[in-house]
């Protein structure tokens, strides 16, 4: 099992409460667009982690075993109505700028090299390093940017391939991106109609 560096918390089970409940009272899982919890997606691409690595998707890896160089590389793994799963290869210095998921919740699992995550916090822009066997998921409403890290060992080598595995439940239809105005706050640039993982590939 490859590790998770993001904690999903459980909040203990209330007592009973009248029927006159407040909506803050209610459960939240009930009002996502999916069935699926981000504990659901992270095993989702853990599990396709292991079958990358395990080489059950070779037939769908670039022939001859050259990763692209100049661009990010996408393949999707599997989809069905709940989620999507992709395994994407990052190319030094190409971020995905920074975006949401729209209606999507996403999880990752790290394979090989690592990741930068700048991730918008409410304040300001925080950035953390995913390394291979990390994981992390996206509630709705996660705006961050992605790009492969630049200060690991490998970071700058091509030859040497940052691979990750997403899952996107419901798949994607749409991202919107995002821009920091006055330091202080996000501004929605635009909004695309997609399937693609991750932003424009």
């Given at each position: ?36 919890r981000?504990?659901?997606?992270l ?36 989809s ?10 990052w ?20 394979l ?10 409410g ?38 391939p ?32 997609t ?7």
């Amino acid at each position: 099992m490859l590790s998770a560096s993001s904690v999903e918390t459980r909040v203990p089970a209330q007592p009973a409460k009248p029927a006159s409940r407040d909506i803050s009272d209610r459960v939240i899982a009930a009002a996502l667009p999916t069935r699926l919890r981000p504990a659901d997606l992270l095993r989702l691409t853990d599990e396709g982690a292991v079958d990358v690595l395990n080489g059950h998707y070779d037939h769908l890896l670039p022939s001859g075993g050259q990763w692209p160089t100049g661009n990010r590389w996408a393949v999707r793994l599997s989809s069905d109505d709940d989620v999507d799963v992709w395994l994407i290869s990052w190319v030094p210095d190409q971020s995905t700028e920074l975006h949401d998921h729209a209606g999507s919740l996403g999880a990752l699992t790290v394979l090989s090299g690592a990741l930068s995550e700048y991730r918008w916090t409410g304040a300001e822009l925080r950035r953390r390093t995913l390394s291979a066997g990390d994981q992390a998921s996206f509630p709705i409403g996660w705006v961050h940017d992605v790009m492969r890290a630049p200060d690991v060992p490998g970071g700058s080598d091509v030859s040497e391939p940052t691979l990750s595995v997403h899952a996107y439940s419901p798949p994607l239809t749409a991202m919107s991106y995002y821009e920091v105005a006055d330091g202080q706050r996000l501004r929605r640039t635009r909004t695309k109609l997609t399937d693609m993982p991750e932003g424009d590939l």
